[in-house]
T-cell receptor, first 117, second 110 residues
Framework: GAVVSQHPSWVICKSGTSVKIECRSLDFQATTMFWYRQFPKQSLMLMATSNEGSKATYEQGVEKDKFLINHASLTLSTLTVTSAHPEDSSFYIC?????????????FGQGTRLTVV | GQNIDQPTEMTATEGAIVQINCTYQTSGFNGLFWYQQHAGEAPTFLSYNVLDGLEEKGRFSSFLSRSKGYSYLLLKELQMKDSASYLCAVRDLNTDKLIFGTGTRLQVFP
C-alpha cells in the first residue's frame, strides 16, 4: 500500500530557533501534499497546501513567513517552523493523495510532535 | 466555506453499539471520510462515502445522506481498544482539501 513517511516523529527546540519537518511519499508521486496542525484535544486544522514546483497556498490565519513550505520534488515536501515560540508547540501531520490511482483516500504521515521550550 | 459538526464526547459500554453523527455544510462536496485517531498518533482511515447509502466494513459502518448534509459512523460490538477520537472529514470538490470536523472522543467502559 501507499506509504507517507514523516520525519522527525518528535523534536524539542529552543525558542527562536527553526525546525524542519519532512514528508515523503515512499512508493508514489504526490503533486499535492497537505500540512495540518493539531493542538491537544482538538481536531486537525489544515495549514497549507503544498504544490510541487510552485508556491504553497496557505489557509486564512496561517503566517506564510513563519511556516515555510517547500515542495521541490514529487516525493518530498518540507515544513519549516521559523523562529519557533512555545505557542507553536503542537502535533504537525502531513498527508498526500494519490490521484488517479486511489482518489478516495488521503494518506497521512506519522506526525511530528514539536515542543518549543 | 465549510462547517462540520460532531459531538465532542461520547461514552459507551463494551459490546454495545454506538453511532457518531456528523453534519456538514460545504460549497463543493467530493466525499466524506471517517478516521480513527488514538492519542499521539496519526489518523487511521476507516471509511469513505461519496454516494448516498450505507458502507459496511466489518464492525464499522458509515452512512451518508448528501441532501441532508449528514453522515454517521456506526461501531458494533465495541471493544476497549475502540476508545479513541473519531474524525469526520469532507473533501472539497474544487481544491481536493480534506477539512476535518471537531472530532468525537469515544470512551468505552467495561
Amino acid at each position: 500500500g501507499a506509504v507517507v513517511s514523516q520525519h522527525p516523529s518528535w523534536v524539542i527546540c529552543k525558542s527562536g530557533t527553526s525546525v524542519k519537518i519532512e514528508c515523503r511519499s515512499l512508493d508514489f508521486q504526490a503533486t499535492t501534499m497537505f500540512w495540518y496542525r493539531q493542538f491537544p484535544k482538538q481536531s486537525l486544522m489544515l495549514m497549507a497546501t503544498s504544490n510541487e514546483g510552485s508556491k504553497a497556498t496557505y489557509e486564512q490565519g496561517v503566517e506564510k513567513d513563519k511556516f515555510l513550505i517547500n515542495h521541490a520534488s514529487l516525493t518530498l515536501s518540507t515544513l519549516t517552523v521559523t523562529s519557533a515560540h512555545p505557542e507553536d508547540s503542537s502535533f504537525y501531520i502531513c498527508s498526500a493523495g494519490i490521484p488517479p490511482r486511489d482518489p478516495t483516500e488521503a494518506f497521512f504521515g506519522q506526525g511530528t510532535r514539536l515542543t518549543v521550550v | 466555506g465549510q462547517n462540520i459538526d460532531q459531538p465532542t464526547e461520547m461514552t459507551a459500554t463494551e459490546g454495545a453499539i454506538v453511532q457518531i453523527n456528523c453534519t456538514y455544510q460545504t460549497s463543493g462536496f467530493n466525499g466524506l471520510f471517517w478516521y480513527q485517531q488514538h492519542a499521539g498518533e496519526a489518523p487511521t482511515f476507516l471509511s469513505y462515502n461519496v454516494l448516498d447509502g450505507l458502507e459496511e466494513k466489518g464492525r464499522f459502518s458509515s452512512f451518508l445522506s448528501r441532501s441532508k448534509g449528514y453522515s454517521y459512523l456506526l461501531l458494533k460490538e465495541l471493544q476497549m481498544k475502540d476508545s479513541a477520537s473519531y474524525l469526520c472529514a469532507v473533501r472539497d470538490l474544487n481544491t481536493d482539501k480534506l477539512i476535518f470536523g471537531t472530532g468525537t472522543r469515544l470512551q468505552v467502559f467495561p
